[in-house]
């Protein structure tokens, strides 16, 4: 793993917006980190919508936010003194193939945190930075925790919760 890469997973909550603000306050003025600010697609429950022409605005709308999220994120480290040339963002959609690991991965929406892990792995980041949601015990035991997740999948890079 490469201690300067930094992968900040991001889903456009104010917890997110910490998390970027966490490392432009420690990195500020470092030249020698690239980061990356990830965002996965993770689609509303058709179920809550009255027809797919509903859902599909909905999916669009959100699609729409997490990538001007990814922009406002990048300005933000810029602002702190971060290179623009050493910021990156990645959007991954959600579909349901290929598998990880397979060339033209996307998500298949099962598990954010595997994603954010799978996504370290494959480009070698020494570190992960996520914000914790800061849901319930109920909530946690029932639906689990993306950052617990993260925490308890991983034993080959640095992980960093922001609350």
Known sequence: MDANKILIAVD???N???SI???SDILRGCAQYTIKLLSIEHLPDRDFFVDDT???KACEKKREELLSFLYDGKQMLTEQ???EN???TDYIENCHSPLPGEPGYCSRGTSIALDILHKAKEENFGTVVIGRRGVSKAEEFMFGSVSNKIIHSTSDCTIWVVQ
């Open 54 to 56: 509903a859902w599909k």
């Open 86 to 88: 050493m910021i990156h």
């Open 12 to 14: 456009g909550s104010e």
């Open 21 to 23: 603000d966490y490392v």
């Open 81 to 83: 003194g971060i290179s």
């Open 16 to 18: 997110s917006r910490r």
